[in-house]
């Protein structure tokens, strides 16, 4: 591979600007454990919007027009998002 000149260093692939960041097993490790804990956390939440009515999300965002909070988004929910329960929960899930 190519080395470009700098001022100052030599920068490329065998420089230690390279090296900066430790790699190795350790790191895969952490990497790993961490894409498997998102990867269980996202089947988790996705188990209880169930296809093809998504009964459970519609039910839990109809809260936010029963209680409401913020005005505009009670709105948004009533008039957007449950008329299109369907395409919203297939978006979320």
Known sequence: MAKILSADR???PSSSAHHGAQSGPMNA???ASIRITVGVLWLT???WKTP???SSLSNFTR???DHP???PYSWL???QILPHIGAFG???L
């Open 77 to 79: 929910v009533e008039h």
């Open 45 to 47: 939440n996705a188990g």
């Open 10 to 12: 030599e920068v490329g």
């Open 63 to 65: 809260g936010a027009v």
């Open 69 to 71: 909070i913020l005005p």
């Open 29 to 31: 490790r952490i990497f």
């Open 52 to 54: 093809p009515d998504f």
């Open 90 to 92: 297939w978006m979320v």
